[in-house]
């Protein structure tokens, strides 16, 4: 790890207010951890599902619980409201739009600066060819996988079904010039940051010298609903859409779980994943807040009931997910979501219904 990479990741340590007894096993090679002896040391609790379970490269406390069920009532007035505060926030965090490029540049000057510091892992994947035969359809049986190459086809496969599904609104989705309302203008920046995301999902790709990746569409009859489903009616698809943002988040904070265990020995390409993966969490935190304002009592009531199905029939789709996952703690923690499980870093480069804060 070089001089800039440590200052960082100490640096980082330190906003957190973690003492030397706390760093991960990378620092600890690197610095003398004298002062974990000289005071003791307090335990920091974590929820058994939360971001931070196991996540030595990134630690950060939790803070106290403050917020309800993203399932809590609230009234249209200020469901209404809640969309202006949005759109303030997504304003203040992406910057201005670039559609040409479908990106954000705030997003686009991010992305500049992990590409202008490259971390590569040191302990390539065995046989790379087996997952260039894999990661777009599996041709074997996938308990013959290594963890690596099993973890890097399901994440690829997972991505896969977000850039298809963002490719096929785009043409349906008024331009910021043509945009009448503020959710018309929300939805243009909302595929906009999903475009960056599979930037960043590349970029993870790369840091494991996976650099022949190709975003693949899906097959015909997959490719269909996709694009019909953002022509439905609100009602019909409101609650849909928003168990598909809850889905996602809950899928994130799992693989945030797994990357401990499957890149146990890679520190540095570790903390690189997390670093560019919580990225994507922080918009999908939102993105959950925001979809959750399209919703009245029947919508969520509706939504909720969607939750079971949608993530099984999901993960039936990807046969590396039964591997890597328990399906029904996936099923229990989306429905029980609430922000109080997220770092105080992340929210606060999110944001929040207010319906849902304490």
């Given at each position: 790890m070089g001089p800039s990479r440590l200052r960082r990741v100490q640096d980082g340590l330190r906003r957190e207010g973690y003492r030397c007894g706390h760093c991960s096993p990378l620092l600890r090679r690197q610095r003398s951890c004298r002062s974990a002896a000289a005071e003791p040391q307090t335990e920091t609790r974590f929820p058994s599902w939360d971001i931070r379970q196991g996540a030595r490269d990134y630690p950060v406390p939790v803070q106290a619980p403050s917020y309800r069920s993203i399932f809590s009532p609230s009234r249209g007035r200020e469901r209404i409201d809640n969309f202006d505060g949005y759109w303030a926030y997504t304003l203040q965090r992406d910057g201005e739009i670039l559609e040409e490029?479908?990106?954000?540049?705030?997003?686009?000057?991010?992305?500049?600066?992990?590409?202008?510091?490259?971390?590569?892992?040191?302990?390539?994947?065995?046989?790379?060819?087996?997952?260039?035969?894999?990661?777009?359809?599996?041709?074997?049986?996938?308990?013959?996988?290594?963890?690596?190459?099993?973890?890097?086809?399901?994440?690829?496969?997972?991505?896969?079904?977000?850039?298809?599904?963002?490719?096929?609104?785009?043409?349906?989705t008024p331009s910021i010039a043509e945009s009448k309302t503020t959710n018309e203008k929300i939805s243009r920046y909302h595929l906009c940051e999903e475009f960056c995301h599979v930037r960043l999902f590349h970029e993870i790709f790369r840091t494991f010298h996976l650099d022949r990746v190709e975003w693949v569409p899906l097959g015909k009859w997959m490719g269909r609903i996709?694009?019909?489903?953002?022509?439905?009616?609100?009602?019909?698809?409101?609650?849909?859409?928003?168990?598909?943002?809850?889905?996602?988040?809950?899928?994130?904070?799992?693989?945030?779980?797994?990357?401990?265990?499957?890149?146990?020995?890679?520190?540095?390409?570790?903390?690189?994943?997390?670093?560019?993966?919580?990225?994507?969490?922080?918009?999908?935190?939102?993105?959950?807040?925001?979809?959750?304002?399209?919703?009245?009592?029947?919508?969520?009531?509706?939504?909720?009931?969607?939750?079971?199905?949608?993530?099984?029939?999901?993960?039936?789709?990807?046969?590396?997910?039964?591997?890597?996952?328990?399906?029904?703690?996936?099923?229990?923690?989306?429905?029980?979501?609430?922000?109080?499980?997220?770092?105080?870093?992340?929210?606060?480069?999110?944001?929040?219904?207010?319906?849902?804060?304490?």
């Open positions: 490029e479908k990106d954000l540049i705030k997003k686009k000057d991010l992305m500049a600066r992990y590409q202008a510091d490259p971390v590569r892992s040191r302990d390539p994947l065995p046989n790379p060819e087996l997952f260039y035969r894999n990661y777009v359809r599996m041709q074997v049986d996938p308990r013959t996988l290594n963890r690596k190459t099993l973890f890097l086809t399901f994440l690829y496969k997972f991505a896969r079904h977000e850039w298809v599904g963002i490719s096929a609104a785009w043409e349906g996709y694009r019909v489903f953002p022509s439905f009616p609100g009602a019909i698809m409101s609650p849909p859409a928003f168990v598909t943002e809850l889905m996602g988040l809950t899928f994130y904070l799992h693989i945030d779980r797994l990357l401990d265990e499957v890149f146990a020995t890679e520190p540095e390409a570790r903390f690189r994943v997390r670093e560019l993966l919580r990225e994507v969490i922080a918009d999908e935190l939102a993105h959950v807040g925001q979809r959750r304002n399209f919703l009245g009592p029947i919508g969520v009531r509706a939504a909720r009931w969607m939750v079971a199905p949608m993530i099984r029939m999901f993960c039936h789709d990807l046969p590396e997910a039964k591997y890597l996952f328990d399906i029904d703690r996936l099923v229990q923690d989306a429905l029980a979501f609430d922000y109080s499980t997220i770092s105080s870093d992340i929210l606060s480069h999110s944001w929040v219904p207010s319906y849902c804060k304490g």
